[in-house]
Each structure stands twice: as C-alpha cells, then as structure tokens.
C-alpha cells in the first residue's frame, strides 16, 4: 500500500515537474497574454480599423516571441477582428450594415442587463453606480477618460445582472465596440447628454423599475448611435 503511495505521489511529482518545463503549456500562457495585449491595442486605437498587423513588429511592440503572436492573430482573424487583405493581415472595420445590426443588439442586450439590475442589483452596487456617475461628471471635456468611464460606468451594470451568459454575451458585442475608430461621446454636446441618460438608468435600476431601466438604456445606445451615424456622415463629407 505505501508502495503504491509512492508511485503516485512520484508519479504527480514527475507530472508538475514535466509540465513546468512543457513547451505546450508555456505556449498557452503566453498565447492569452499575447492575445489580450493585441486586443487592447485595438481597443484603445493604438492600432485602428485597416491597420496592418505585422507579426514580427507585434512581438518586438509586446516582447513576446512570435508563435504565441501567431496563435493570437489567428484567434483574432476566427473572432472577425482581424481580416485579410491580401497576404496582410489588417484590423476589420464595421461597414454600414454591422454598425447598424450591432446596435440593434446592443441594445437589447443592454437593456436586458438594465433590467436584470433593476431587480437583482445589490445596494452596494447601486451605491457603486451612483459613485460612478458624481466621479464622471469630472470627466466632461475629456472624451477618452470619459469613454473609458463609459465603458467601466456600463459594464458595473453588466455584472449587476448577475447574469452571466448576459454578461458574456456583452463582453463579445463590446470587443466588436472595438472596432468602431472614433467615440461617440467625442460629438459635440454628448458627453453632458451621456452623463443625464446614465442617470436615468441608475435612478430607474435603484426604484427596481426594470422596464424603466430597460428603456432608459434602450434609449441610450439609440442616442449614441444616432451620434455616431452623425458622425460619420460629417466624416464622409469631409472626406469628399
Ligand atoms: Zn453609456
């Protein structure tokens, strides 16, 4: 019996040991790290929408060797962030009709999550919100720091669903967010406008009023949508 014992305790021993030095496992760790660091240059714009991502610059950018930065690249170009033209590889860009279906179901889906929060937020997470929206007030006149407020400001309403095929579900529709190159909340007037609809969402998720809140944000992603249509209308004229 203490025999048996003893292999398998050697046995798990040997298989730690073998793992630490596994190639396969080293390649996972580092294909997540390079993964997520390509995708957050996206998302913050380091690298916009027609952007040639070119392997060997990546893995000098990040300091991470090439295998993992292909892996990564790959999985990105499966998920339709990245996309081909011709032999390059180069961040995709969302055309009219994306734009449109992605906010059909953002707000859908965001509204869900408003609505779940209305009847499952904590109060502390109420009192995280309410923080939220006083700290951002700060923030007008500064669109990037607001965005980023924005982003943070709705995904504490995400996990206030306490939902978490919803809260999944969002993380995808907001990694496809990342392709849009500009903010909405850069337009003139709308960061004031943001700040008065995140309100309402709060104040109708803290009466427990879920359609209120549904509506509320349902409301919200339409204004910044129309913004953004705005905005690129502006763009193409610009461009003419
Ligand atoms: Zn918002």
Redesign the pocket.
């Known amino acids: 019996m203490q025999s048996l014992w003893l292999v398998v305790g050697l046995a798990g021993a040997y298989d730690r040991q073998s793992l630490k030095g596994c190639p396969m496992q080293d390649t996972r760790a580092s294909q997540k790290d390079a993964y997520d660091l390509i995708l957050e240059a996206i998302d913050s714009h380091i690298y916009k929408p027609g952007d040639r991502l070119v392997e060997s610059e990546l893995a000098d950018r990040f300091g991470v060797s090439r295998t993992p930065i292909r892996e990564a690249l790959q999985r990105l170009e499966t998920q339709s962030l990245l996309t081909r033209d011709g032999r390059s590889l180069i961040v995709a860009s969302l055309d009219h009709s994306q734009l449109s279906e992605l906010y059909v179901v953002r707000g859908e889906l965001e509204g869900l999550a408003a609505k779940l929060a209305a009847r499952h937020a904590t109060p502390e997470e109420v009192k995280v919100l309410r923080d939220m929206l006083d700290a951002d007030q700060k923030l007008v006149g500064d669109p990037s720091a607001l965005s980023r407020a924005?982003r943070r400001?709705?995904k504490q309403i995400h996990l206030a669903s306490h939902n978490r095929f919803l809260v999944k579900q969002l993380d995808l529709v907001h990694r496809s967010m990342a392709l849009l190159a500009t903010t909405s909340i850069a337009a003139e007037g709308r960061g004031e406008e943001?700040l008065a609809?995140?309100a309402a969402i709060v104040s109708a998720i803290e009466a427990g009023n879920g359609d209120a809140a549904y509506q509320a944000l349902r409301d919200?992603i339409s204004e910044?949508f129309v913004t953004r249509l705005k905005l690129d209308a502006a763009a193409v004229e610009a461009a003419e």
């Open positions: 924005n400001f709705h943001t609809e995140h919200h910044a």
